[in-house]
């Protein structure tokens, strides 16, 4: 494993690689935009990258190059890229720590979206709102807002939109500390994004994932998830992301009580977000240093860093930072040995608690809510897969019946041929008995023939006989015997 120290330096040394690269494929993308001879849907596309890139990194920047795409997107009246501008925007608005505003900006990308009939943009907005929704501890209707997106993601087969929705689900289980339910909803994510070769969606699994055998206390384990995540982080421009790793990586330090190894990544982590304005986790950051200072005595560092923590939460109105910093700096103090300092935000860090005991009891019903919704969703799945399951029986069962049929008829398709063949078979031995006696026969007949002939012969020549023997005695007579008409002369002399 490499030392805190090393892994440091290497992580400069990618970001610096990283922001070369990203520098390069940005003023492509500026080129494309600048020349007025191209195609529009094309200068669009090339400003909605642009603009995208800088999302995570610099929303600032992110924010003013979307407005130009918004303005040359409604010149060109192209509703997809207009919604896809104010996307960005509200994105951006939400890194800032400005929820209103991105809240503003992600509501009228839905209705954009609607009167299109862009469902898919449709989905990524209802994502984005309840992201807005949770983060404003508003968790009802964060959950409707996912669970409408992803119902019109599953309809469209939209992948890496369930799998996003099932990260804002894991999340959500998360804030409620139901960690196995919130590993399953992970790890059906990371499934969707790793076959997608999805990098951000794979660095956001692996960091869930850290946090969950962070909460079981694994270290190991959790160590070896939030590397991932960081890792994959450095492929992406998701800074935030990189940043929230990094400090991770500090926490499991100062977990394993190695507080200079802590403390590096602690520092990285919040020049990263510095850089990249990102209030809430400045403030962040500027806790966890504070803790760290405390956790080793040093009262007076602590002060410093809450003090500040305190005053980012109380600019962007975050009550968790707020009842967080106040509680860093109650103990602070008194490792200071300032007692009325430690006892005025000991009192502020508990009014902050008891405001946010509503929310608190909201989340708890809304936890008992989501359970309830998503037992009743796995019992229609466990239904459907029982239906299909037995369909499929059903169809194997019949399919085997149509097998053994076919067997049957087969079998008794055989049999019948047999017995025709037998039958064929016979029935040619019998002709050919039956011609050889008809030959016999024949050939009887035919020397009967023959021998009748012979004696018909025998016949018609002593019948030539005996007519030649009539013949010549009829010759005798008639010349023996007077004539006829020497008879009929005489009978006339007498009548005379």
């Known amino acids: 494993m490499l030392r805190p120290v090393y892994l440091f330096l290497f992580l400069l040394l990618f970001l610096a690689s990283g922001s070369l690269h990203a520098k390069l494929n940005r003023d492509s993308l500026w080129t494309v935009y600048s020349d007025s001879h191209d195609l529009d849907t094309n200068r669009l596309k090339a400003m909605h990258a642009l603009s995208w890139s800088f999302v995570f990194s610099d929303p600032d920047s992110s924010i003013v190059l979307a407005r130009m795409q918004l303005e040359f997107a409604r010149s060109k009246d192209q509703p997809k890229y207009i919604s896809g501008a104010m996307n960005t925007i509200g994105v951006a608005f939400m890194n800032l720590g400005k929820l209103d505003s991105s809240l503003a900006y992600h509501q009228n990308a839905y209705d954009i979206r609607i009167k299109s009939g862009d469902r898919r943009g449709c989905a990524v907005s209802l994502n984005n709102l309840g992201t807005v929704m949770y983060q404003r501890g508003d968790y009802l209707r964060a959950i409707d807002y996912y669970q409408r997106s992803l119902t019109i993601k599953e309809e469209l087969k939209d992948m890496s939109g369930v799998a996003a929705a099932f990260s804002n689900l894991s999340l959500i289980y998360q804030d409620q500390k139901n960690w196995p339910k919130a590993k399953i909803y992970v790890e059906r994510a990371l499934a969707i994004r790793d076959s997608l070769h999805d990098d951000r969606g794979v660095a956001d699994a692996y960091s869930s994932l850290g946090a969950y055998y962070m909460s079981t206390h694994d270290l190991d384990q959790s160590l070896k998830y939030i590397k991932l995540s960081v890792e994959y982080y450095l492929k992406t421009t998701d800074v935030k992301g990189l940043a929230n790793g990094i400090s991770n990586l500090g926490l499991i330090f100062q977990k394993r009580h190695q507080p200079d190894s802590a403390r590096v990544y602690y520092l990285r982590a919040a020049a990263i977000r510095e850089k990249a304005k990102d209030k809430e986790g400045q403030a962040s950051s500027d806790i966890a240093l504070g803790l760290l200072s405390n956790e080793t005595g040093n009262g007076e560092e602590g002060v410093r860093s809450c003090l500040k923590a305190l005053e980012i939460a109380d600019d962007i109105g975050f009550p968790d930072l707020q009842r967080d910093a106040c509680d860093c700096l109650a103990t602070a103090y008194e490792l200071a040995h300032q007692p009325d300092q430690a006892l005025k935000y000991m009192k502020r860090a508990t009014l902050l608690k008891d405001s946010l005991n509503d929310i608190e009891k909201m989340k708890a019903l809304t936890s008992m809510d989501l359970q309830y919704d998503f037992q009743k969703k796995e019992l229609r799945d466990s239904v459907a897969a029982a239906r299909q399951n037995a369909l499929k029986e059903s169809e194997h069962k019949a399919e085997i019946d149509r097998q053994r049929t076919y067997l049957w008829i087969g079998g008794a398709g055989l049999v019948l041929m047999i017995i025709i063949a037998v039958s064929l078979f016979r029935g040619s031995r019998q002709k050919q008995r039956n011609n050889e006696l008809l ?20 016949i018609e020549e002593k019948q030539e006989q005996i007519l030649d023997s009539i013949h010549y005695a009829k010759r005798l007579q008639d ?11 005489k009978l006339e002399q007498l009548k005379d």
Do not use: D, S, V
């Open 439 to 458: 030959e016999n026969k024949n050939r009887i007949i035919t020397e009967q023939m023959a021998e009748l002939g012979h004696q018909k012969e025998l």
């Open 479 to 489: 010349a023996q015997l007077p004539t006829e008409k020497y008879i009929h002369n």
